[in-house]
């Protein structure tokens, strides 16, 4: 696969009598978590020339927003005031982190309802095609990204719907795109809307307040306005936000519910809640899972259990209870910066060694069991256990585990993991179904992070934990079990390739 992947934060707000920007500004603030490279907003106001008008820049959101300067945010937020809004913050996966890519996309046109502009989240597994659809059709593609290639298409269901009515515009979508694709739209009519895909791989809610209507990836964004009202939108529904009231239509048949499991333990936010289930109590029981597998005497005397900051607190502090020792859960590292690390673009290692500070008085002679919510590429845990436990913390021995089972294969839907071969526990799967024994093959993966031994969750924990059937849940990347056409084609091909380049002994 080439080109950019985009799982990023998308928010949207229809507030009479309010700055609408204001609004986004508050929910991409909250939505940081998503994205880190980019954001920005299109807000809608008649009375201006330029009906719809779009700012959008690199970096974080306060950044984006200007907040170190409040005389230029103030001229911002006045620039652009208007009753309607869409936000967006960019996760850009692979590929140049450049202005042209950060999102919203606008299209300028004559017709209001053909002028539009729109923030996308997830990833569209069938890009190649639909950009050869569009070559033939003779259109120019600049920007190799999944956005542009939906704009275009967009635009063209606008040329083939009467008046542009969007749920048939979206309903068109789903007959072309495979993939995960959460959208919010704005046109130049003032029509606003958020929508969720058929499968309804990543979380939307949206909610209805006195100050208008609004619509966020996460609930966490909408706690502002009225944290008893927060309605998840289903899959194939999208949400007309009307001010003080919201239409929701369906616009697609649902197919197979494929949630992603990695939204409830690494992606979403602790506080948020998803299809009715709390983010950080899914992580607590899959702490109290991850607990059940424990071999090692883990005792208070010679022992310290410690999370890998943020995301495994709740993990690690449910699995010291459950073993009975919640006095040796301590704070072990300390996280010196923000942002996250599996979600930059670049220079990883560099990144995790000055992200951590390792509390030597706590860690130093003790027995350390670190816990993470996953592995992927191993660069976050290598350094961790060598550099910051070990070397630099004086840890006797370092156990690692692990909230989620074995990463071993790509997500097409729009997390950053690519390819087999970036993945830690991709090449050591196979070694177990060639009959190799599994407490041998994690023997010598332990050995490869530097850790005395570890120890993964077990699948059937996690689906415990999160509370929903199986069949509902995205387990692609550790099961290779896609949930649509070109997911397993493409991960046909990309398997194919990768035992073909470990035959061939480059990976």
């Known amino acids: 696969m080439c080109g950019i992947k985009e799982s990023c934060g998308v928010c949207a707000a229809a507030s009479p009598g309010r700055?609408?920007?204001?609004?986004?500004?508050?929910?991409?603030?909250?939505?940081?978590?998503?994205?880190?490279?980019?954001?920005?907003?299109?807000?809608?106001?008649?009375?201006?020339?330029?009906?719809?008008?779009?700012?959008?820049?690199?970096?974080?959101?306060?950044?984006?927003?200007?907040?170190?300067?409040?005389?230029?945010?103030?001229?911002?937020?006045?620039?652009?005031?208007?009753?309607?809004?869409?936000?967006?913050?960019?996760?850009?996966?692979?590929?140049?982190?450049s202005h042209a890519h950060v999102q919203p996309f606008e299209r300028r046109h004559g017709k209001l309802y053909k002028w539009f502009s729109f923030g996308f989240n997830g990833h569209i597994t069938n890009r190649e095609e639909l950009e050869g659809f569009l070559k033939r059709d003779g259109y120019h593609l600049m920007y190799?990204?999944?956005?542009?290639?939906?704009?275009?298409?967009?635009?063209?269901?606008?040329?083939?719907?009467?008046?542009?009515?969007?749920?048939?515009?979206f309903r068109k979508m789903t007959e072309d795109f495979d993939g995960a694709y959460n959208v919010v739209f704005i046109n130049g009519e003032g029509t606003t809307v958020a929508l969720r895909d058929p499968h309804g791989f990543k979380p939307l809610s949206y909610v209805?307040?006195?100050?208008?209507?609004?619509?966020?990836?996460?609930?966490?964004?909408?706690?502002?306005?009225?944290?008893?009202?927060?309605?998840?939108?289903?899959?194939?529904?999208?949400?007309?936000?009307?001010?003080?009231?919201?239409?929701?239509?369906?616009f697609a048949k649902p197919k197979r519910k494929?949630?992603?499991?990695?939204?409830?333990?690494?992606?979403?936010?602790v506080s948020s809640i998803i299809d009715g289930r709390s983010v950080y109590q899914v992580r607590k029981r899959a702490g109290e899972e991850l607990a059940k597998r424990e071999y090692l005497n883990v005792n208070s005397k010679e022992w310290v259990i410690i999370p890998v900051?943020?995301?495994?607190?709740?993990?690690?502090?449910?699995?010291?209870?459950?073993?009975?020792?919640?006095?040796?859960?301590?704070?072990?590292?300390?996280?010196?910066?923000?942002?996250?690390?599996?979600?930059?673009?670049?220079?990883?290692?560099?990144?995790?060694?000055?992200?951590?500070?390792?509390?030597r008085s706590v860690l130093k002679g003790k027995k350390v069991v670190v816990i993470d919510d996953s592995i992927v590429r191993s660069t976050t845990m290598k350094t961790i256990v060598n550099y910051h436990l070990k070397a630099l913390g004086g840890a006797k021995e370092v156990h690692v585990r692990i909230g989620t089972p074995p990463i071993i294969a790509p997500c097409y839907y729009g997390i950053d993991m690519k390819t087999f071969s970036e993945l830690f526990a991709a090449p050591y799967q196979d070694r177990i179904h060639n009959g190799i024994p599994e407490d041998d093959v994690l023997k010598e993966m332990a050995a490869k992070l530097g850790a005395d031994s570890l120890m993964y969750q077990s699948l059937e924990g996690l689906i415990r934990a999160i509370g929903l059937p199986k069949n509902e849940l995205c387990t692609a990347c550790l099961t290779r079990e896609y949930p649509t056409p070109w997911g397993r084609r493409n991960d046909e091909k990309a398997y194919k390739e990768f035992t073909l380049s470990r035959a061939d002994g480059k990976s």
């Open 19 to 97: 700055n609408a920007v204001f609004e986004i500004y508050k929910m991409c603030k909250e939505l940081q978590h998503r994205g880190q490279s980019g954001a920005g907003f299109t807000s809608y106001n008649p009375r201006r020339k330029m009906i719809l008008s779009t700012y959008k820049d690199l970096g974080m959101v306060n950044e984006v927003f200007q907040l170190s300067d409040i005389n230029a945010y103030n001229q911002l937020l006045e620039r652009y005031n208007g009753p309607r809004a869409i936000g967006h913050n960019r996760y850009g996966t692979s590929g140049v982190v």
């Open 144 to 169: 190799d990204t999944d956005t542009e290639v939906m704009m275009h298409f967009l635009s063209k269901y606008l040329e083939e719907v009467p008046d542009g009515d969007p749920k048939e515009v």
């Open 258 to 269: 494929s949630f992603c499991y990695f939204e409830y333990i690494y992606f979403a936010h």
């Open 208 to 250: 209805v307040s006195e100050g208008g209507s609004f619509a966020a990836s996460e609930s966490n964004a909408l706690n502002y306005y009225n944290i008893e009202g927060i309605v998840d939108v289903k899959p194939g529904e999208m949400v007309f936000l009307e001010g003080d009231d919201v239409r929701v239509e369906r």
């Open 309 to 359: 900051p943020n995301t495994a607190r709740p993990i690690a502090n449910a699995y010291a209870k459950a073993l009975g020792f919640p006095e040796i859960y301590e704070e072990g590292l300390i996280e010196t910066t923000k942002g996250r690390t599996f979600i930059e673009e670049s220079s990883r290692h560099l990144k995790v060694m000055t992200k951590f500070h390792p509390l």
